[in-house]
């Protein structure tokens, strides 16, 4: 990868998740915007809000994405396959699906393939590309090694580290997550196979860590701070083009509560 990205090559890497469960319509039609302004791959979503997301972006160039199995992966996997079909009928291009992790835990690999397999083959038969979900905060390297030679024998199109929402206990008692590790990231990138890419999601905050997973060889991310980086990518004098929809003048704005 070129040492000095174009400001809209790091928003092309930008899946602007707008996944919080208590997000209203009007939050998320804010943050459609903001995908949409911010030129990203595309807009990571809850599967109700698809046809919303599709009809808002729709001749923008930004994708939309949906979540399914979210965030645990525990329903049954035709459902999960059934849900992803549903989504790409309403207008996803691309999926994001939780592995089992309990299922992964307890060993039984047939099963964890099979329910990527099925997930998979519904995406690939109908033009969407998946994204397989980890959530490495619950697992050891061991199973973060076999779910990406899983994915890489099935043809998946990306491997993901976390939802944002695996919160473990930890040791003073409270619930947290790291989300995307160096670590995890070099894990991931040397067990996948070169035509699987790798997507970091949890803790990707700034200009600073996009440009950091980059160069671990991430080329996606989940981000709720797009417009955050982006601007700082601005004003860290990056070379364009950028985003049409960013002003090079803006000083920078938080993102909205509840994102």
């Known amino acids: 990868m070129s040492p000095a990205p174009s400001v809209l090559d790091l928003a092309k890497m ?42 808002a972006l729709a001749g923008t160039g930004v994708g939309v994405c949906a979540v399914v199995g979210f965030p645990h992966g525990n329903s049954h996997p035709g459902l999960i396959a059934a849900e992803a079909i549903r989504a790409i009928a309403d207008g996803a291009t691309e999926i994001d699906m939780v592995a089992n992790a309990g299922k992964v835990l307890g060993g039984d690999w047939i099963w964890v393939l099979d329910q990527i397999q099925m997930v998979n083959n519904a995406c690939v038969s109908r033009g969407a590309l ?77 200009l600073a860590d996009l440009l950091k997973v980059r160069a671990l060889g991430v080329t996606r991310i989940g981000a709720t701070a797009t417009e955050a980086i982006l601007t700082e990518a601005i004003r860290r004098g990056l070379p364009g083009p950028a985003p049409a929809g960013l002003d090079p003048a803006q000083t920078g704005r938080s993102s909205p509560a509840g994102y």
């Open 130 to 206: 998946l994204k397989v979900i980890f959530e490495n905060d619950y697992l050891q390297d061991a199973h973060i090694i076999r779910l990406c030679e899983i994915c890489t024998d099935l043809g998946v199109a990306f491997v993901k580290t976390s939802t944002g929402y695996g919160f473990v206990k930890q040791t003073n008692g409270d619930y947290n997550y790291r989300g995307a590790t160096e670590p995890h990231l070099r894990l991931m990138r040397q067990h996948s196979g070169p035509k699987v890419q790798l997507k970091a999601a949890g803790g990707v905050r700034t």
């Open 14 to 55: 930008i899946d602007h998740s707008l996944l919080h469960p208590t997000m209203t319509d009007a939050q998320l039609r804010d943050g459609l915007d903001v995908a949409r302004r911010c030129a990203c791959a595309t807009a990571c979503v809850k599967p109700y809000a698809v046809p919303m997301a599709t009809a």
